[in-house]
Structure formats: structure tokens, C-alpha cells
Nanobody, 115 residues
Framework: QVQLVESGGGLVQAGGSLRLSCVAS????????LGWYRQAPGKQREFVAV???????NYADSVKGRFTISRSNAKNTVYLQMTSLEPEDTAVYYC?????????WGQGTQVTVSS
């Protein structure tokens, strides 16, 4: 199984930027993709971005052009660079790791964007 620890959340004004980090440990070699999801109060968890083991990326339409996902294989870390943040981006952000047999989640990090 894979263990994930997120960091980098916080309070930021609208238009500002934050970078989230997620460090993976455990069965790292089994990971097929690393991604970010978010859950706002009263809403379901939703997809934000993903990067595959081959380096391909995909984004939710709501964050395209504002968020960038990247990974460092040397550091076993996936990043989410968030720019032009909007109050609608306020949520708990969760890191996700998928393998052929497992689907692992981090504990989440809070991002709050004030207007």
C-alpha cells in the first residue's frame, strides 16, 4: 500500500497562489498515477488534476490554465501549483495514488481563498 502526506494548504486572498505538496511512501513502484481531488463543504469530492507515471497530465475544466500538476520521482512527491485562486477553490485538497490494485488517499489539506 501507498502512504500519502499532503502539505502547503492555507489562507490566501483571491488572485493569490499556493503550492501543495504530497509525499508518497510505501509501495511507490506500484503507482500508476498521482492526482489531486478536492471537497468543498456540502459538496462531493471532485477531480482536480492527475499526472501519470508516463508524465501525461489532465485537469478539470474549472482549473485549466490556473493550476499545474507536476511530480518529482527523485523526491517521491507530486505538486499542485495553484494560481489566480478564486473563493470557489476553497476546499480540502486530497492527494490520490492509484495502482492496479490499490487506491490510496492522503489526510487532506485545507485551502481557503478569501474574497
Amino acid at each position: 500500500q501507498v502512504q500519502l502526506v499532503e502539505s502547503g494548504g492555507g489562507l490566501v486572498q483571491a488572485g493569490g497562489s499556493l503550492r501543495l505538496s504530497c509525499v508518497a511512501s510505501g509501495r511507490i513502484g506500484s503507482i500508476v498515477s498521482l492526482g489531486w481531488y478536492r471537497q468543498a463543504p456540502g459538496k462531493q469530492r471532485e477531480f482536480v488534476a492527475v499526472v501519470t507515471s508516463g508524465g501525461g497530465t489532465n485537469y478539470a475544466d474549472s482549473v485549466k490554465g490556473r493550476f499545474t500538476i507536476s511530480r518529482s520521482n527523485a523526491k517521491n512527491t507530486v505538486y499542485l501549483q495553484m494560481t489566480s485562486l478564486e473563493p470557489e477553490d476553497t476546499a480540502v485538497y486530497y492527494c490520490n495514488a492509484r495502482s492496479f490494485t490499490d487506491n490510496s488517499w492522503g489526510q487532506g489539506t485545507q485551502v481557503t481563498v478569501s474574497s
